[in-house]
């Protein structure tokens, strides 16, 4: 429950950061850290789940470089509109998916960051609205076909339209810091 407690505070207050692998990393420690030794460290040994293997650990950290730069070459989606945010979040979720940096908590940490992302660009993400199947399916599926992912975004995403307060409460979300 204590993660559970953590994902509520970040709901109000969301951690700021600079949506690149620090800021991941930040969100997994604030996450994780009452239960795991390494929250917040990126992984060292290779894993892989239902006979797929994630990102190889020594390539994690130069993977997500470019992966960031990426974003942030995008200027983070701002002023994307509901169609093309959830086409391009969905994307960077799956991409930041198959890193899988941590040992642990990799699911929570993306959805966080991805929800951040959302908040900064004026959408308000409730992943609740989605079936942990479904959005597990739509993980699995993205890496051959992000279109299911996508879906699952456009049904997660409250607002249509971007909202300035939204947005605002992500520029003002400094109490939790990295």
Do not use: C
């Not at 604030?30 to 795991?36: A, E, N, R, T, V």
């Not at 992912?149 to 607002?159: D, F, Q, T, Y």
């Amino acid at each position: 429950m204590i993660t559970g407690e953590r994902l509520a505070k970040l709901y109000l207050k969301p951690i700021y950061g600079k949506f690149d692998l620090k800021h991941l990393q930040a969100i997994h420690k604030f996450l994780f850290s009452d239960i795991y030794p390494f929250a917040g460290k990126i992984r060292d040994e290779n894993i892989a789940k239902g006979g797929f293997s994630f990102a190889n650990a020594q390539f994690i950290e130069e993977s997500a470089k470019q992966l960031f730069k990426e974003l942030a070459n995008e200027k983070h989606l701002k002023g994307y509109d509901f169609e093309k945010f959830s086409e391009r979040a969905a994307y960077y979720l799956a991409e930041i998916n198959v890193l899988h940096p941590f040992r642990e908590g990799n699911g929570r940490t993306q959805r966080e960051f991805i929800r951040s992302l959302a908040l900064k660009n004026g959408y308000s993400l409730e992943w609740s609205r989605i079936d942990r199947e479904e959005l597990l399916s739509a993980s699995i599926r993205s890496i051959t076909d992000i279109q299911p992912l996508v879906n699952v975004l456009k049904k997660a995403i409250v607002n249509r339209e971007p909202d300035r307060q939204l947005m605002r409460l992500f520029e003002n979300a400094r109490g939790i810091e990295r």
